[in-house]
């Protein structure tokens, strides 16, 4: 099972979660990408930032 890398709580994840799936953390409710599914591998997803315009 994933950790999650901001707490290192456990991450259930569906057989169906795909890379690039974005998933929450149950415990610190950090947005998570999994970056390989075999084996199972979790990155702190990428923030999006404003443009304000620009």
């Not at 690039?20 to 953390?25: D, K, M, N, P, R």
């Amino acid at each position: 099972m994933p950790e999650c890398v901001i707490c290192g709580a456990d991450v259930t994840l569906d057989e169906s979660t795909m890379k690039g799936e974005l998933v929450e953390c149950p415990d610190c409710g950090s947005e998570l990408e999994v970056t390989s599914t075999d084996p199972i591998e979790l990155a702190e997803a990428p923030t999006e930032q404003e443009d304000w315009g620009e």
